[in-house]
């Protein structure tokens, strides 16, 4: 998620254990600790563009390297201690204190990340499948408000009672993200079946910044059916677009398997859970199914080009920025679009 979640919920965690005295050097230390992961962001290359994808919430998301994290934070806290004046920045925190709140900060993390729709290498290194439970958007104005409130309640009262509300709210708020996103599959279910299809795998995720429109695909045939529910108390489906199933081999039979072209198309399809089609309207672009303009479209966020003539060289991201359709989205989140079915 953003990093203000991240860092509030890595303040929340510490702030619900720690003692009144003790409170506010909790949520500091916890909230830089819950935003240490996404350092990971500084693993870039100029000539390979795919080596962020690979490792932005990698091996620093995992559960594995949880106590190295928080290790490292706790290392660090305690040298900025030293520099500065030991007694208003550290007060009578022993290391295994320290330790305690750059471990809880940093452990929320990649579970929350793991609830986003993006993909955490959280069972690192086990497994190398990058874990999206699709229960809430990677930005969330509800989830990440609330959760302030009462941080920030906590953090200036010295009560730790304020934060377990907020986290109890947060709990209930991802659980409900679980409920709406099996709703929103059984609908794409059932429009699957009224077209008569038998999808060979299926998902849904929500959209940007709530858990009641909800982004469907299916597929079906070699063929992605890209469609909407809307879950609030009924349920009602918005029908789609459908696009041809992306598939290298077939697509570009000639390229070498060992060329860097085909290493990074391969490291693409990884990424994205192999919801991969070629884009509409640009040749040779290979896009993320997953993420789309409108959650009904195949017109996705981010792709990247291919350069069959040149397997050699690395791939290149792909510009197919089209303009955030604002009006049509908030249209669709509040039911004024045609619906197909009840």
């Known amino acids: 998620m953003d ?79 030293k520099i500065f004046n030991k007694n208003k920045l550290e007060g009578k925190l022993t290391f295994k204190e320290v330790y305690a709140f750059s471990f809880l900060g940093y452990a929320t993390h990649g579970l929350l990340d793991s609830c986003t729709s993006y993909g955490t290498m959280l069972f690192w290194p086990f497994s190398n499948t990058r874990v999206a439970w699709n229960t809430i958007s990677i930005i969330d104005p509800i ?85 909407a529910a809307r879950v609030i108390v009924g349920e009602e489906f ?4 459908s696009i041809s199933k992306f598939n290298l081999e077939d697509s570009y039979p000639l390229m070498s398997k060992s060329s860097k072209q085909y290493k990074d198309i391969k490291h693409f399809l990884w990424f994205s859970d192999n919801w991969v089609s070629f884009d509409k309207h640009q040749k040779d672009v290979v896009v993320d199914m997953r993420y789309s303009i409108l959650p009904n479209t195949a017109n996705a966020l981010w792709g990247i080009q291919i350069s069959p003539d040149k397997e050699d060289s690395h791939i290149s991201f792909a510009d197919i920025s089209r303009g955030f359709k604002r009006t049509e989205f908030i249209d669709m989140l509040f039911g004024k679009t045609n619906k197909s079915s009840k």
């Open 143 to 227: 989830f990440t408000g609330i959760l302030l409130i009462f941080v920030m309640l906590s953090y200036f009262l010295k009560n730790k009672h304020w934060v377990r509300i907020g986290l109890t709210f947060c709990l209930l708020y991802i659980a409900f993200g679980f409920l709406q996103r099996d709703r929103a599959k059984a609908v794409a279910v059932k429009q699957a079946i009224v077209r008569g299809h038998n999808p060979v795998r299926l998902t849904a995720k929500p959209t940007l910044g709530n858990l009641f429109l909800w982004k469907t695909i299916y597929e079906h045939n070699n063929k992605y059916y890209v469609d």
């Open 3 to 81: 990093p203000l979640s991240q860092g509030l919920l890595g303040a929340a965690v510490p702030q619900s254990i720690a003692s009144s005295k003790k409170i506010k050097k909790a949520a500091i230390i916890g909230a830089l600790s819950g935003m240490a992961p996404d350092m990971d962001v500084v693993i870039q290359s100029a000539t390979n563009p795919m080596l962020g994808f690979i490792y932005h919430r990698h091996f620093t998301h995992s559960l594995f390297f949880i106590p190295f994290g928080a290790l490292i934070c706790a290392l660090l806290f305690k040298f900025i201690f």
């Open 238 to 241: 918005i029908k789609g677009e």
